[in-house]
């Protein structure tokens, strides 16, 4: 089947990592563009596989150029409602090619080609070739399918602004749906072979973590593969309406998770958050000293007023955690209603890359916009305090609160009921190391310490 193709075609390599040493060439990725787009249409030419551009043996080692891929299908029972869902799938399916590795989706993808794979006499046709064999695999309902791969910039940039367009023409038909309106939500574990423990729930106010797949994907989805990644969940009793804790979707969870997590919120950072893969869009994270919340997307250069990029924030919450104050999001999600409505929404959100703000200015309150600041306002939280100040943010009320609560709790410790039990003087020593410990602290925050050895000069345990 991919006898003429130099390297092995596999699921066993889906969760392959190539590293920069190993690296001949990235293609797309945060430091170039690029795109993948799949579209139902008539008269396809099954079996015609076509490189735009530069090939790999023309590329210089260690570059980074521009990539597209267009894929075209034809099938009596293939519907433009299915686009996005066998979209997704090549993320998937790239990744059976020992030797390349695809991340993300849509116009974020990012990928690799190994200095073993082009020694084998790997080529971007044989990518295309792979892809063809696999997607009829996959979906026996394509009767034609071609394969365009582009590598020259001119062409790339003309591919991403119509992939945009139909992007944005897919997300727009979910729009007019909310979460009451239907009985089933859906689930999709296509990261697990990156993220073992993720499990995406997709609703209609909550679009899955990649930005790729809607409600309405998902309905096809599962119709079309009843026994696929993409499954339906009964929504069950709700637990908690604000939050977005549903009965059942809790137990889907815990059995698709593996029993790592047992609760999730749907519209929150706190407590029991959605879990993040690596494929998410943006992070939210939550900033303790102003109890306000930032957004990083995937394209942002900088690093936010944590002093940390995109990459340490991604890092934080990928791979399948439960991480209490950071959560992986799509850019749709944030145009819904629900966005983390049991945080405040964005009455809770005290910055933003000044891109997205932009992008979804029709979207955030007409009265928070000019108070939400962005990179080129502020560059630390002691500048967005000020900001907030300036511009009489609401989130300035909810902190006023926390302070006077945090007053009033130490108001009411009685300096006679505490009693010193133990003081350790002397020079500095290991006084404890501890695997994992979890320390309470105010305003929704949990520290976790792992794998922690802790050192001091004096160490005082008080009883209250």
Known sequence: MFEDIPVDVSPMYEGERIRSANMFVELAGPKSIGAELV?????????????????????????????????????????????????RRTHELCNYVKGFMHLNQRDQIWC???????????????????????????????????????????????????????????????????DEDVDVFYGCVMCQSFAPSHVCVVTPDRTALC????????????????????????????????????????????????GTFDRVYLHSVFEYPHTSCGCFEAVAFHIPELDGIGIVDRDFKGETPLGLPFSAMAGQCSGGKQVEGFTGLSLEYMRSPKFLQADGGYERVVWLPKEIKD??????PADLIEKIPTEEDVNSIKEIRIFLEEKEHPILERLKVSTEEIEEDEKSVKSSEIEEIETVEDSISTVAYVPEMTLPTSRGIKITLKNAKIYAEKVIIKRE
């Not at 602004?161 to 749906?177: G, P, Q, T, V």
């Not at 992008?359 to 955030?364: H, M, Q, S, V």
């Open 39 to 87: 579209q139902v249409k008539d008269n396809v030419e099954d079996g015609k596989i076509e490189v735009k551009g530069l090939e790999l043996a023309d590329m210089k080692e260690g570059e980074i150029y521009p990539l597209g891929i267009l894929i075209e299908i034809q099938g009596e029972k293939l519907e433009r409602e299915l686009e996005g869902v066998i979209e």
């Open 112 to 178: 690799r080609v190994s200095k073993e794979a082009i020694e084998a006499g790997f080529k971007l046709e044989h990518l295309a070739k792979a892809l063809s064999i696999l997607f009829r695999e996959e979906f026996p309902i394509i009767e034609a399918i071609s394969i365009t791969i582009l590598t020259d910039k001119v062409d790339v940039e003309v591919f991403l602004e119509n992939a945009k367009s139909l992007y944005e023409e897919r997300d727009s038909r979910a729009r007019e749906l909310s």
């Open 211 to 258: 930005g790729a797949i809607n409600w309405f994907d998902c309905r096809a989805a599962a119709k079309m593969d009843p026994e696929g990644p993409i499954f339906e969940i009964e929504k069950g009793k709700i637990l908690d309406e604000v939050k977005g804790e549903y009965e059942n979707v809790n137990v889907v969870v815990a059995d698709r998770s593996q």
């Open 359 to 364: 992008e979804l200015a029709d979207y955030i």
